[in-house]
């Protein structure tokens, strides 16, 4: 499957309302508008594509709610529900991360429920979901230096900079309905390879990749037959 170029998307210099708060940026992505500020990943370009897979894949997914797990500000998986119908789950440790979601699901009018939590408390054993969307820190520890205007939490992945990757590989394992679809962001295709053997642990075959040379890979993974557990 090929995942769709991703639409234009303009960063903005902010033309907030007279509430914005002090250091609030705007900036379209895709059709929505979403706000942050410095304690959160500036909103990346380049992954609408990400959010623009996912919306084409929900239409051929069983019903349900979709996952985000490492939301950020939101918009990856506020644009893979949104015109959906289909409500959000996203989660986040961070409490900076997990109020800009929740305004910028309101803003967007999408129906989201945003836990703050580590991924590993996030979600209660017989939670399933037709899609997760994930987003985790990738950047490997020793590399953290070279961003320093990003939140460290948002980046540093540990020593290859895919322990959370893998985390998120195992939960959706666990969680994803029969079928279901995961859609993993690292950083680069030989991260791709050496996420393989957590994929082959949960049971994943690639559905494909969206790659984008210098920013990141979009690794779909899916399941297919019974749900574990
Ligand atoms: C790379 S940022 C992605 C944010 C957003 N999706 C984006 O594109 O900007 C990773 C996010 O994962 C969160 N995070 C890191 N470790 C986490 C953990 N163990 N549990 C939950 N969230 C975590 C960070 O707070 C951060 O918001």
């Not at 894949?57 to 979709?66: A, E, I, R, S, W």
Request: charged share 20%.
């Amino acid at each position: 499957m090929t995942p769709p170029p991703p639409t234009a998307t303009t960063v903005t210099a902010s033309a907030l309302s007279p509430t914005a708060t002090p250091g609030e940026q705007a900036t379209t992505y895709g059709p929505l508008t979403i706000r942050y500020d410095a304690t959160v990943l500036r909103p990346r370009e380049w992954t609408v594509a990400q959010g623009a897979w996912a919306q084409r894949l929900l239409p051929y997914l069983p019903d349900g709610p979709v996952l985000e797990l490492c939301t950020g500000a939101g918009h990856i998986g506020l644009l893979a529900v949104h015109g959906s119908g289909r409500r959000l789950v996203a989660v986040d440790v961070s409490a900076d991360a997990v109020r800009w979601t929740r305004r910028n699901a309101a803003a967007n009018g999408v129906d989201a429920e945003v836990r703050e939590a580590p991924l590993s408390v996030a979600l209660a054993p017989g939670e399933r979901f037709p899609l997760v969307v994930a987003d985790p820190p990738w950047v490997p520890r020793a590399e953290v230096g070279a961003h320093p205007d990003d939140p460290l939490l948002a980046i540093d992945g540990g020593d290859d900079g895919l322990d959370v990757a893998r985390e998120c590989i195992a939960i959706a394992g666990d969680h994803l309905l029969p079928d279901g679809v995961l859609l993993v962001q690292v950083g680069t295709e030989q991260q791709v390879a050496h996420l393989r053997p957590a994929a082959d642990a949960a049971g994943f075959t690639e559905l494909g990749r969206y790659v984008r040379p210098g920013r990141g890979v979009v690794l779909g993974l899916v399941r297919a037959g019974t749900a574990r557990r």
